[in-house]
């Protein structure tokens, strides 16, 4: 059944209204209300600029089930139609070259919509799976990636191959070189290659004319386990494809050197061209002007660095001249797309605790802020306007529009988490700062417990971000979110300390070999100055809590800040710098945090090493564990836990298997917010009545 509201935002109030009906009095949020919100999907704007098409992802607490569906919006009106309604998932969805179809995978199989009818067609039937696609700006080519066997030359041979492993009785695995695993995944001899498929002057698919662009690479386009379709685009004429790969052999598990490739599809004999070959660090993110006269990608500087400086490296497409246009601004872009007028490039960063957008004059490399505030990202051109995701600590995401020229302010066009959170009490959130390590300034968040008195004193939870390049900032976030212990009656407080990222490069690069110094040193002093900052934070009754680099944090803290906190929750910690080292899987990161490795630099590994200092332990603490994490594997959380037990400090111990560095399935995620909010009023709130 289709869903078409012609009055969206009326529509929306009406559903409001009868939502509050069934709340009379606000409740708490929770992890409940958390996954009941709608997680609505990057927009995708039509040729003319007059529609977007989205994706809204809903989750059924009481079915355990969750559903990912097309809508269709008029930008103008701001009137809404639900395009699929469906119990499979829609996703890399977009727009066919007249504007009538929306082209989208579903059961990773390419299928067409068309706008104004109800049924969806399959333009094709592999006998692999298509993981990611992009249509051409010709509308005669689609790019797609599938995982292959690398000894095949054709999709049937992969699956046969493919098929034949499913089939062993034995299930050895064996390895000649690393990877092993990544991330949360055994190395199954696959690699996601990059396909051409041409298509028919009707749209249809010929099947027979495929080809593998990166026949016979041994390199993952996209990347694993993170990359998509944002790392491969077609020139403007769609005579080319550009991508980023990193195609360097054995030498993966400790190298950042993605490189991007040109692919000319009309040529008789192609040819793939390595455009970057002479930067040894990270290039990505191709995309070409409108007017295919520039290509633009991001490029890093330094080489098996992961957190550098992303710069946009500017290519004149006739020419061939290159040139850095963001050099002197001390900021990483994240995500990029040209204006209509290739004049522009608008862009997004990480920035003093925000996730912005800025416009980049293609001439000069000024950039221009457009919104400074909460997260925005999925940034798409819709004629003279950007449309985006916009969402913040007390907001989920939502569609929003703002003028190219900033003199509109930004404009929210849905509104469907609105019924929803109006029936919940959140708390209030701002950023505050104080002098940190060496007198510099540093940045934090305080969340204000939901039912906020300014006469009574509350208890904090002190969250620790991971990274340890990484930030607490201003966004609605699905695993950490400290609206949730606000709402339990804690004062959330988040301290980006030296090594966060958004706060310029140096401040960045600060910490290698240096995580158990500055980092702790911002942390106690960030700590100490909320509480006297905010005169209703009890600072002798604070819990401390931290996943990744944050529970690594957790368990330095445990020996030197043994007296600061009453408990402590460590999430996937590192816990011996020496096993990590040897048991982890990218090993650029650990190389470059330690400059070097373990067996050249031990000492580096040693200085802030967790496990020589156990003895000095006294803290409660509640460790939790991933079974398929492989970036921090279990023996960290299970030494950790070992240690605790042993010299018979109260302790807990939470183990996932079916889960990797992140809690991501929403039964898993109840019971972890469940347990850890218990153990936080168990030591923080003991006269509480459960």
């Given at each position: 059944m289709k869903m078409s509201l012609s009055k969206s935002k009326v529509c929306l109030s009406l559903i409001s209204i009868l939502c509050l009906n069934a709340y009379a009095e606000k409740h708490p949020f929770s992890v409940h209300t958390m996954l009941a919100t709608k997680k609505v999907g990057a927009p995708q704007i039509s040729h003319d600029g007059k529609q977007a098409v989205f994706s809204?992802?809903?989750f059924n607490e009481k079915?355990?089930?969750?559903?990912?569906?097309?809508?269709?919006?008029?930008?103008?009106?701001?009137?809404?139609?639900?395009?699929?309604?469906?119990?499979?998932?829609?996703?890399?969805?977009?727009?066919?070259?007249?504007?009538?179809?929306?082209i989208f995978l579903r059961d990773n199989t390419i299928w067409q919509q068309p706008l104004h009818g109800n049924k969806a067609t399959k333009l094709t039937s592999l006998p692999v799976n298509i993981e990611t696609m992009k249509l051409s700006p010709d509308g005669q080519h689609i790019a797609f990636s599938s995982r292959v066997d690398m000894n095949c030359h054709n999709l049937d041979c992969s699956a046969e191959k493919i098929k034949q492993k499913l089939a062993e009785k034995s299930n050895g695995k064996f390895y000649t070189q690393l990877f092993v695993r990544h991330w949360d995944t055994w190395n199954d001899g696959l690699r996601s290659h990059l396909f051409l498929l041409p298509l028919e002057a009707n749209?249809?698919?010929?099947?027979?004319?495929?080809?593998?662009?990166?026949?016979?690479?041994?390199?993952?386009?996209?990347?694993?386990?993170?990359?998509?379709?944002?790392?491969?685009?077609?020139?403007?004429?769609?005579?080319?494809?550009?991508?980023?790969?990193?195609?360097?052999?054995?030498?993966?598990?400790?190298?950042?050197?993605?490189?991007?490739?040109?692919?000319?599809?009309?040529?008789?004999?192609?040819?793939?061209?390595?455009?970057?070959?002479?930067?040894k660090a990270w290039d990505s993110l191709p995309v070409v002007s409108p007017d295919n006269h520039w290509m633009a990608y991001t490029a890093m500087s330094v080489p098996a660095y992961e957190a550098d400086k992303f710069?946009?490296?500017?290519?004149?497409?006739?020419?061939?001249?290159?040139?850095s246009l963001t050099h002197d601004w001390d900021r990483s872009i994240d995500s990029m797309t040209f204006t209509n007028d290739s004049k522009?490039?608008?862009?997004?960063?990480?920035?003093?605790?925000?996730h912005s957008i800025y416009k980049v004059d293609i001439a000069t490399g000024k950039p221009t802020a457009l919104i400074t505030q909460g997260k925005n990202s999925a940034i798409q051109i819709a004629n003279k306007q950007v449309v985006y995701l916009h969402n913040d600590m007390k907001n989920p995401s939502e569609v929003f529009k703002l003028s190219i020229n900033g003199k509109i302010p930004p404009q929210q066009l849905t509104y469907f988490n609105k019924p929803l959170m109006s029936t919940v009490q959140l708390g209030d959130y701002e950023q505050?700062?104080?002098?940190?390590?060496?007198?510099?300034?540093?940045?934090?968040?305080?969340?204000?417990?939901?039912?906020?008195?300014?006469?009574?004193?509350?208890?904090?939870?002190?969250?620790?971000?991971?990274?340890?390049?990484?930030?607490?900032?201003?966004?609605?976030?699905?695993?950490?979110?400290?609206?949730?212990?606000?709402?339990?009656?804690?004062?959330?407080?988040?301290?980006?300390?030296?090594?966060?990222?958004?706060?310029?490069?140096?401040?960045?690069?600060?910490?290698?070999?240096?995580?158990?110094?500055?980092?702790?040193?911002?942390?106690?002093?960030?700590?100490?100055?909320?509480?006297?900052?905010?005169?209703?934070?009890?600072?002798?009754?604070?819990?401390?809590?931290?996943?990744?680099?944050?529970?690594?944090m957790i368990n330095?803290?445990?020996?030197?800040?043994?007296?600061?906190?009453?408990?402590?929750?460590?999430?996937?910690?590192?816990?011996?710098?020496?096993?990590?080292?040897?048991?982890?899987?990218?090993?650029?990161?650990?190389?470059?945090?330690?400059?070097?490795?373990y067996f050249d630099y031990a000492a580096n590994y040693e200085k802030h090493n967790p496990v020589n200092y156990v003895n000095q332990w006294k803290t409660p603490m509640f460790v939790i564990q991933g079974g398929q994490d492989f970036r921090i594997p279990e023996s960290q959380s299970l030494g950790a836990f070992t240690a605790l037990q042993r010299q018979n400090i109260e302790s807990q111990f939470l183990y996932f298997p079916n889960e990797n560095h992140w809690v991501l399935k929403p039964e898993n995620a109840i019971q972890w917010h469940d347990l850890v909010l218990a153990w936080l009023d168990k030591h923080l709130k003991p006269d509480t009545k459960k």
């Open positions: 809204m992802k809903s079915e355990s089930t969750s559903t990912n569906d097309l809508w269709l919006m008029d930008l103008g009106t701001g009137d809404l139609k639900q395009l699929t309604n469906t119990p499979r998932s829609e996703n890399e969805y977009q727009w066919s070259l007249d504007d009538k179809n929306i749209q249809e698919a010929d099947l027979k004319k495929i080809i593998d662009i990166t026949d016979g690479w041994d390199a993952d386009i996209p990347s694993l386990p993170f990359g998509g379709s944002e790392e491969y685009n077609f020139s403007a004429d769609g005579k080319s494809i550009y991508f980023s790969a990193k195609n360097v052999g054995k030498t993966e598990p400790w190298s950042t050197n993605f490189d991007i490739f040109q692919y000319p599809i009309q040529q008789d004999t192609p040819k793939i061209t390595n455009l970057t070959i002479e930067n710069e946009i490296q500017l290519v004149n497409l006739g020419s061939g001249e290159k040139k522009d490039l608008i862009v997004t960063t990480q920035d003093n605790g925000n505050f700062s104080f002098k940190g390590w060496n007198d510099e300034t540093v940045h934090g968040y305080i969340v204000k417990p939901a039912d906020f008195n300014a006469k009574n004193k509350y208890p904090m939870a002190f969250l620790i971000h991971g990274g340890p390049q990484g930030s607490f900032y201003n966004q609605f976030h699905y695993r950490w979110n400290p609206e949730i212990y606000a709402a339990a009656g804690y004062v959330a407080v988040m301290i980006d300390f030296h090594g966060s990222t958004g706060y310029g490069q140096q401040f960045t690069d600060s910490i290698q070999t240096d995580w158990g110094g500055k980092p702790l040193e911002d942390l106690k002093k960030g700590f100490a100055a909320a509480v006297k900052q905010y005169s209703f934070i009890d600072g002798e009754n604070a819990c401390a809590l931290g996943a990744s680099y944050g529970g690594y330095w803290i445990a020996s030197h800040w043994s007296d600061g906190f009453k408990c402590l929750v460590n999430h996937d910690g590192v816990f011996d710098n020496r096993m990590m080292y040897f048991a982890t899987e990218e090993l650029w990161f650990t190389e470059r945090e330690n400059k070097g490795t």
